[in-house]
């Protein structure tokens, strides 16, 4: 089993930056896929981003160019650098882990095995 804890959500104004962190215990970490997905009020969840042990990784179109995703395997944890934040980014976060290999596609929650309970970013306009 991995136990994954998020944090580092809040309030947020337009333009303004966050990182997420997403802090894993009970496994070998660096063996496990890692993804951030969102889901704001009334939609579905959606898929943010993906860092695969290899430390290759996957934007969605709606974040790429703003947001960073990395890992610290020494740490166990994976961030997402959220920058140039939009109102449309607030959403639930949450992350998720998966052993490898990885169900495809990377994109999609089906593929994720553990999930976390998630942190509140909100940004105001």
């Known amino acids: 089993q991995v136990q994954l804890v998020e944090s580092g959500g809040g309030l947020v104004q337009a333009e303004g930056s966050l990182r997420l962190s997403c802090a894993a215990s009970?496994?070998?970490?660096?063996?496990?896929?890692v993804a951030w997905f969102r889901q704001a009020p009334g939609k579905e969840r959606e898929f943010v981003s993906a860092?695969?042990?290899?430390?290759?990784?996957l934007y969605a179109d709606s974040v790429k160019g703003r947001f960073i995703i990395s890992r610290d395997n020494a740490n166990n944890t994976v961030y997402l650098q959220m920058n140039g934040l939009k109102p449309e980014d607030t959403a639930v976060y949450y992350c998720?882990?998966?052993?490898?290999?990885?169900?495809?596609?990377?994109?999609?929650?089906?593929?994720?095995?553990?999930w976390g309970q998630g942190t509140q970013v909100t940004v105001s306009s």
């Open positions: 009970g496994r070998t970490f660096s063996n496990y896929a």
């Open positions: 998720a882990a998966a052993g490898i290999p990885l169900r495809p596609p990377m994109s999609s929650g089906r593929s994720y095995t553990f």
């Open positions: 860092i695969m042990p290899s430390t290759m990784t």
